[in-house]
T-cell receptor
Framework: AQSVTQLGSHVSVSEGALVLLRCNYS??????LFWYVQYPNQGLQLLLK??????LVKGINGFEAEFKKSETSFHLTKPSAHMSDAAEYFC???????????????FGQGTTLQVKP | DSGVTQTPKHLITATGQRVTLRCSPR?????VYWYQQSLDQGLQFLIH???????AKGNILERFSAQQFPDLHSELNLSSLELGDSALYFC??????????????FGEGSRLTVL
């Protein structure tokens, strides 16, 4: 079964500092991986996705993530945090070609990013 | 704006009652997924419909049911409500369910409060 583990439920950085949100996945087949962001009182918005093309994926708002098969990781980074980045971030995995999958995403528990001035 | 519309945005009801949450997917999307978000359980997959047919069930209680209509909108029915059913319920849609680019597009959710 697929699963996602996000290390750290809360991450706090200073404005301008590097953002690193950690995600490790478990999947028996090559997965698709996603990062979503949820701002307060809003739905989930796709930041970026990995679908077996380039291992370094660039997304919106300056975020990027690198797929590392050997480490089963898909960590999210941003070189310089902005106050507007404060939100909850979710890593998700799917198995689009698996015989038992139907395209649903399995989400991690989420990481709340706090950005201090 | 994701193109996925959910109503109502907020709903307050009492224990034992029944509510219906509605979702209109993005134009052209055939798949609708329902998720429940709560503080203790996180984002839990409930159920998936594709072009009117149920494709997969997740952690959905027997008191809950869903359907997708010919116009592709979907409804999630929650009955015999309990305090623990208070949560944010999301609907998401996608073009298909196998292969493709995989991402789901989420609505803004329906916040259910059971008193």
């Amino acid at each position: 079964a697929q699963s996602v583990t996000q290390l750290g439920s809360h991450v706090s950085v200073s404005e301008g500092a590097l953002v690193l949100l950690r995600c490790n996945y478990s999947s028996s087949v090559p997965p698709y991986l996603f990062w979503y962001v949820q701002y307060p009182n809003q739905g989930l918005q796709l930041l970026l996705k990995y679908t077996s093309a380039a291992t370094l994926v660039k997304g919106i708002n300056g975020f990027e993530a690198e797929f590392k098969k050997s480490e089963t990781s898909f960590h999210l980074t941003k070189p310089s945090a902005h106050m507007s980045d404060a939100a909850e971030y979710f890593c998700a995995v799917s198995d689009p070609f698996g015989s038992s999958n139907t395209g649903k995403l399995i989400f991690g528990q989420g990481t709340t990013l706090q950005v201090k001035p | 704006d994701s193109g996925v519309t959910q109503t109502p945005k907020h709903l307050i009801t009492a224990t034992g009652q029944r509510v219906t949450l509605r979702c209109s997917p993005r134009s052209g999307d055939l798949s609708v997924y329902w998720y429940q978000q709560s503080l203790d359980q996180g984002l839990q997959f409930l159920i998936h419909y594709y072009n009117g047919e149920e494709r997969a069930k997740g952690n959905i209680l027997e008191r809950f049911s869903a359907q997708q209509f010919p116009d592709l909108h979907s409804e999630l029915n929650l009955s015999s409500l309990e305090l623990g059913d208070s949560a944010l319920y999301f609907c998401a849609s996608s073009v298909g369910w196998r292969g493709g680019t995989g991402e789901l597009f989420f609505g803004e959710g329906s916040r259910l409060t059971v008193l």
